[in-house]
């Protein structure tokens, strides 16, 4: 009895050895593809539009991540005003509201105010692309509470999607990214597991409640409707 007791323990054992080695080597693999289809986005994709989106998608589901969109505001008068961003991310580490800008060259960054490019002969200006993000961001925290979901970080990021080494900035802020750290700035982002999977699910289900595409052309920072 005993030994068959024994022989029992051993089996299930195996069994679950055999089912943990199955879920590293899934997970290592699923790692290890993602990790080259970044890659290859990186080396070949830069041409597309949706190149910071097509690199997003290497590593995090496509149902997490909103493009082109506009956010609602509530007016106190009575219906919507949008705001517009190029990306959201939901993630176990919060959302991402992510601003992508085409700038290169030198580049003087201060916190508030306007951003220029100093190697151009006029030093020409553009707004500052945190604070154009920062409207974006309070629409979708206006979301998140409207649906009864608190303390969730939501993460001001700015990515200068065609610059490689091609850019210099003034100043060095860790939510300023070039295409190579975006990827893993993401996944150190996702490693904080301030939401659970039904969280980060809830999340992404009220935002995409509120939400709508936004139409090709210009970018507008604010619309009404």
């Known amino acids: 009895m005993i030994e068959q007791y024994l022989r029992v323990i051993l089996t299930f054992s195996i069994i679950i050895a055999f089912i943990a080695l199955a879920i590293i080597v899934f997970y290592v693999v699923k790692y290890i593809r993602s990790r080259a289809n970044a890659a290859k986005v990186l080396q070949s994709g830069r041409k597309s539009k949706n190149f910071i989106y097509n690199l997003i998608a290497t590593s995090f589901p496509r149902n997490n991540i909103f493009r082109n969109v506009l956010i609602p505001v509530p007016q106190s ?7 517009s961003t190029d990306l959201i991310l939901v993630n176990h580490g919060g959302i991402a509201v992510i601003k992508e800008c085409r700038e290169i060259g030198r ?6 105010g306007d951003w220029i490019k100093t190697d151009s002969p006029v030093g020409e200006s553009f707004p500052n692309p945190f604070e154009q993000n920062m409207a974006a961001m309070r629409a979708i925290e206006q ?13 001001n990021i700015v990515v200068f999607s065609q ?26 982002m996702n490693q904080n597991r301030f939401l ?19 139409r090709s052309g210009p970018r507008p920072q604010h619309t009404s409707q």
């Open 196 to 214: 659970s999977y039904f969280e980060v699910r809830r999340t992404t289900d009220a935002i995409r409640k509120y939400v709508k595409q936004r």
């Open 163 to 188: 610059a490689n080494k091609n850019v210099q900035f003034k100043n060095k802020y860790e939510q300023l990214l070039l295409p190579g750290r975006v990827i893993t700035a993401m996944r150190n």
């Open 77 to 83: 008068e009575g219906g919507n005003s949008y705001v």
């Open 107 to 112: 580049i003087d960054n201060p916190v508030r």
């Open 143 to 155: 979301i998140v509470k409207r649906e009864k979901l608190y303390n969730i970080p939501i993460r």
